[in-house]
């Protein structure tokens, strides 16, 4: 399968940050926002490993800083568990204290060259460029990789903005020389246009936490990521 054939300190070879594994566990990106899902989070997630979700970012804007330091343990062990990257949305500090693989980063969040200072070279680094200039500045400033949208509709991000689209991703590929990933909007049916474009894999929310099957659901989101690389392969 493509989970088989197939992100601070490294402890093994399952933890490899190199580019070469980094490309890899960006294939399907989950972030798990437990105001996105009905049931437990931890279930949800760990049946979306299960089905071959490769990296697992914690976005829980209100909960206590204990809340999603308990969370963010909780969700590391797991993703480790299966080979999984882990990635704390926004806060760097939380991300440092849980062990995790890395952070995202925003517009309005620590900036990038102060964000690389205080992780260091092994913590990968996730931004969300809102236009051209900002998709390059970050990638001279430290990014390991980027987030792309939202490409299609979405009601999961209540600030998401407008579709950009798969001509936005094609464009942001070019100019970024580093990995992309699209997010917003994105179905099992739609993802493979996705990487077809240009991404190396797809962000979701809903299409897993609000999936009736969470498994099945990152299951066919990773044969869609699949089927489509091998189509750019060949």
């Known amino acids: ?23 890899r566990r960006l294939a399907v990106y989950l972030v798990a926002d437990p105001e996105q899902t009905n049931r437990d989070l931890l279930s949800d997630v760990e049946a979306a490993l299960a089905g071959g979700t490769t990296c ?63 992780a260091g070279k092994d913590v990968v680094i996730g931004y969300s460029p809102e236009t051209d200039e900002q998709t390059t500045q970050a990638r001279d400033e430290g990014a390991d990789y980027l987030g792309v949208g939202p490409v299609y509709g979405t009601v999961s991000k209540d600030d998401a903005g407008e579709a950009v689209g798969l001509e936005t991703i094609r464009r942001r590929a070019r100019l970024a020389a580093i990995p992309i990933i699209g997010i917003g909007g994105i179905t099992p049916g739609n993802a493979g246009d996705v ?27 990773s044969r869609a990521v699949a089927s489509a690389r091998a189509d750019e392969r060949a």
Not at 5 to 23: G, H, P, Q, T, Y
Not at 72 to 97: K, P, Q, S, T, Y
Not at 198 to 207: E, R, S
Request: proline share 2%; with cysteine.
């Open 195 to 221: 990487v077809r474009a240009g991404a190396f894999g797809v962000a979701v929310v809903g299409a897993i936490l609000r999936a009736s099957d969470p498994e099945q659901a990152a299951r066919n989101l």
């Open 56 to 118: 697992v970012q914690l976005r829980a804007k209100r909960l206590t800083d204990r809340a999603v330091l308990d969370f963010a343990r909780a969700l590391v062990e797991r993703c480790h568990r299966v080979g999984a990257l882990f990635v704390m949305n926004d806060r760097i500090d939380l991300a440092l204290a849980a062990g995790a693989d890395g952070v995202h980063l925003g517009v309005d969040d620590l900036p990038l060259r102060e964000a690389r200072r205080l």
């Open 1 to 23: 399968t493509e989970r088989t054939s197939l992100s601070v300190v490294i402890l093994s070879e399952a933890k490899d940050l190199s580019l070469f594994n980094l490309r």
